[in-house]
């Protein structure tokens, strides 16, 4: 089978796939994309969260061909340029990793999250997150660094032109 | 390069380019006391300062999530007043010559390493400073050092340590240097992020997985469900016709569990392909010296066993008849099952054999082992055998194997080219060293006054020759509390197993700990007394037997003070919260926790907080040591609450997550973290939090409900997650 994937804005070719390969080995072994982890292959742990067409998917039950013509957004892709995304910002500043492995879908299946849900409570975060695994535990710095970007992201998005008019 | 120290065993050299490099092999005399106790002499340390003033330092001990790679240079950065900002952090070499025992394991990094580390930095420091002194023509008393720079106040010149690195490396090294005192620290307990992190929430290859060879091939490994046995015949004629795949194959077992066990190789052009034939895969398998072991059975036996007296191990004064003279005399028979370490990342290596020679990539917490038994499988010098280490995306003791190692050597030797093996998470169910099982008979009296007479613990483990315990498995007959009663009593009874175990974080004081600091609350309740003062008596009392040699009482009653302090213990509790309380002490940290839960009519569980206070001395990366603190509580909680191994016919039947059901964010509690920075030399924090969890949430539960819980998990008793 021969596919065109869009990945972090680019188009790439790819020849000679098994029909059922799923995205996250196409991304690992075809495409050195190695940022998106195996943890389970069977959809449990979130390891291997992307995004398609900017909505959370579990690319290791994902078959490639249903991502043709989508836009797809791994870990690789998440910054704008040299610019981090607020949320591997706020994981750096509350340093959440210990091993780190889980540590790019928890933060794939969080952008998700505050893409949809720009204020979310700690509720929402809680089960917008729950088919994330962190075997290390670091849950309560995980929750904290999506309230810390969901902050930061506000701030940036502030306009201060509308908040006058709203104020007016 | 001259007059340098042969005392001191340092290397000392310009580098090519220009800065200085310095390789350290520090004697033994210049060890404290927590390196003496754990017999290792061995160190070295390596820096080096670039022209251009950045700082690199290697971590010497791998990473697997407990955060060496961040805190060992910090100790270096610490004492040479390197600025924290231009340090840049590589994994050493490993190489047993240069750097001395590498591992990661019994949470020895720290303390095995800190008083050679704090050395290290000190002398360079010091040269650099005395380069400095003489290019000023001043005396280096004068001269202090901040920031990777050398300052000299009086005339307000400053050097970095860039400028001044090819001076520094001509100069002799002290012989002896000055340690700050711990008031002067500016780095060493602060909150530092991980030295990776840019890495890891970038995505950049790190770990085990990641790895890439020029014209590597991608493998499975089959091996038998049933524990142990071997290939008779598969359909490897098909399986090669299979696409992407270039070579099937039956290896047979060699050395020993933790070499290489018999199964069959699948070799492919990628992960994908490999996975994919292997469920084409059609296996007559032997399983006549397999594993046919059942838990269901175990428990039964065990239970038979409780009824009769075991093997004596300690028997000091006369504990049967202090048991029927006491007033209050309490049974309980505690247990607990199997459980695998599930790291996420699940197991992996990649190998090159050729020309006589191996080559390996590896995520594991033992390289020098895997290095030695890699070294004997292939019949080759170790000396041909080189380990590049790999970030591990987890471990808890799983990855102090080398199985995955010797499998995928092996798989390389037989095909020629570089082989990434890949195990399946499935594999790494069915096929962990893992936490063994066990049971307490445990009996005690107590006098009138509610003080601890005897104690008897009749422990039941299992043996894979029905002579010696169990790797995880062996007793402790060194702990607290035995020692207290002036009438003890341990007794061991063994049931065969070939299940492997292994260590699991915290080994034996993971699952002891929950059985022997639940039956302290159930003595204080028979003792009517209130289980904080009653364990602060117990640990306060007279030893009358301890060769506990490392533990100290006044650190233990210190945490356990302290955490009533911090969790208010008994006081202001909304009406349904219901505190409970453990301690415990292993790799030498001292941990007492208070667990705050609710439980709904129908035994929903919601662990509210955990307050957490532990003394390991002085605290290196204070964020670090924070997060393996409030890990270690949920990895203790999800283990209580949920994890268990159904072993049936010798096959461990979880077999992935779904059924494994690890903790997740919504039911995370609350971890209230507290240190007592006691001035002992520091000692490590991978393990030792995680002990008291299941016994605090365990006599919380009782607190609020009044079931007593003896068995984990705790969804066995019908509790539910809340
Ligand atoms: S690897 Fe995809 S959910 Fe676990
Ligand atoms: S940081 Fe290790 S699994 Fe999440």
Not at chain 2, 158 to 185: D, F, H, I, M, N
Not at chain 2, 381 to 408: I, K, P, W
Request: a negative charge.
């Amino acid at each position: 089978m021969d596919l065109t994937l869009t990945i972090n804005g680019r188009k790439h070719q790819l020849r000679d796939l098994a029909e059922d390969i799923p995205l996250l080995w196409v991304l690992r072994d075809n495409l050195n994309l190695v940022g998106t982890k195996y943890g389970c292959g069977g959809g449990y742990c979130g390891a291997c969260t992307v995004h398609l067409d900017g909505q959370a998917v579990r690319s290791c039950v994902l078959p490639a061909k249903a991502a043709t013509g989508k836009k797809i957004t791994t870990i690789e892709g998440l910054a704008n340029g040299s610019e981090w995304h607020p949320l591997q910002q706020a994981w750096m500043d509350l340093d959440v990793p210990q091993c780190g492995y889980c540590q790019a879908g928890q933060i794939m299946n969080a952008a998700a999250l505050l893409e949809q849900n720009p204020a979310p409570s700690p509720e929402e975060i809680d089960a917008a997150m729950n088919g994330n695994l962190c075997r290390c535990g670091c849950y309560l710095r995980i929750r904290n660094a999506i309230e810390q970007a969901a902050t930061t992201m506000a701030v940036q998005t502030f306009d201060p032109n509308q908040a006058t008019e709203e104020l007016a | 390069m001259r007059n340098v120290s042969r005392r001191a065993f340092c290397k000392l050299a310009g580098v090519t380019g220009g800065g200085l490099v310095l390789g350290f092999h520090l004697p033994a005399n210049a060890l404290g006391k927590a390196a003496r106790l754990s017999g290792e002499y061995e160190f070295n340390a390596y820096i080096q300062i670039r022209p251009d003033n950045t700082i690199v330092l290697a971590a010497q001990n791998p990473e697997v999530g407990q955060g060496v790679k961040t805190s060992m240079p910090m100790i270096v950065a610490e004492e040479l007043d390197a600025d924290w900002q231009t340090v840049e952090v590589i994994q050493s070499a490993i190489d047993a010559q240069r750097y001395g025992r590498q591992f990661a394991g019994g949470s020895r990094s720290i303390p095995t390493r800190w008083d050679a580390l704090r050395e290290a930095g000190a002398r360079a420091r010091q040269v650099l400073l005395e380069a400095a002194a003489e290019k000023w023509g001043v005396a280096s008393g004068e001269c202090t050092t901040r920031d990777s720079h050398v300052l000299h106040a009086a005339s307000g010149r400053s050097l970095s340590y860039g400028a001044l690195a090819q001076a520094a490396s001509q100069r002799p090294l002290p012989k002896t240097v000055s340690l700050k005192p711990r008031s002067e620290y500016c780095l060493l307990g602060t909150r530092v992020s991980g030295v990776d992190n840019p890495a890891i929430v970038s995505g950049k290859p790190l770990f085990g997985v990641d790895q890439v060879v020029a014209g590597m091939q991608y493998a499975v490994y089959h091996k038998c469900p049933a524990i142990g046995g071997t290939v008779k015949s598969a359909n490897l004629d098909v399986i090669r016709q299979l696409p992407g795949v270039s070579a099937a194959f039956v290896m047979d077992a060699r050395g020993d569990r933790e070499d290489l066990q018999a199964g069959i190789a699948i070799v492919a052009n990628s992960t994908w392909a490999a996975f994919s034939a292997r469920k084409q895969l059609q296996v007559d398998w032997d399983e006549s010296s397999a594993a046919s072991d059942s838990w269901r059975a175990a428990k039964q036996r065990a239970a038979e066993l409780a009824q009769i007296t075991g093997q004596q191990v300690i028997d000091k004064g006369d504990t049967t008849g202090a048991l029927n003279a006491a007033t209050h005399r309490i049974d309980a028979y505690y247990s607990y099952p199997y459980v695998a370490h599930a790291p996420m990342e699940p197991q992996n290596c990649t190998a090159h054999v050729h020309n006589g020679r191996c080559e390996l990539w590896a995520p594991t917490q033992m390289p020098q082992v895997a290095i030695k038994k890699v070294a004997n499988l292939l019949d080759i010098d170790e000396s041909r055998v080189t380990l590049h280490q790999l970030r591990m995306g987890g471990g808890f003791g799983r990855r102090l194997m080398s199985d995955f190692v010797c499998e995928a050597a092996a798989i390389s030797e037989r095909v020629g080219t570089p082989v990434k093996l890949q195990w399946s998470r499935e594999d790494d169910m069915a096929h962990d060293f893992y936490r063994v099982g066990g049971f307490h008979a445990l009996s005690a009296g107590l006098d009138k006054a509610g003080k601890l007479l005897a104690w008897r613990d009749h422990y039941i483990t299992f043996s894979p020759d029905g002579e010696t315990t169990t790797r995880g498995g062996n007793q402790h007959t060194k702990l607290f509390p035995h020692s207290k009663a002036k009438n003890t009593n341990l007794q061991l009874s063994l049931i065969q197993s070939a299940i492997p175990t292994g260590w699991w974080r915290a080994p034996i004081s993971c699952a002891v700990a929950f059985a022997n600091q639940c039956f302290i609350h159930e003595l204080a309740v028979a003792a009517r007394r209130d289980h904080g003062e009653f364990l602060l008596e117990l640990l306060a009392a007279e030893d009358h037997h301890s060769d506990l040699v490392s533990f100290e009482q006044s650190r233990a009653v210190g945490v356990v003070k302290e955490v009533l302090h911090r969790a208010n213990w008994q006081h202001g509790l909304a009406a349904d919260h219901f505190q409970g309380l453990a301690f415990y002490y292993s790799h030498a940290g001292y941990f007492a926790h208070v667990a705050e839960v609710s439980v709904t009519d129908n035994k929903g569980l919601r662990v509210h907080k955990v307050t957490v206070v532990g003394d390991v001395g002085p605290i290196v990366n204070l964020s670090g040591a924070e997060n393996q603190v409030e890990g270690s509580v949920i990895d203790g909680f999800s283990t209580a609450m949920g994890l268990s191994l159904s072993i049936e016919n010798g096959r461990v039947q979880e077999r992935n997550y779904h059924q494994y059901p690890l903790l997740r964010m919504r039911h995370a509690p609350e971890v209230d973290v507290h240190f007592i920075q006691s001035d002992n030399p520091p000692t490590g924090l991978g393990e030792p939090a995680l002990p008291p969890t299941a016994p605090a949430i365990a006599n919380a539960i009782f607190a609020a409900t009044g079931e007593r819980l003896r068995s984990m998990p705790f969804t066995e008793a019908g509790y539910s997650l809340a």
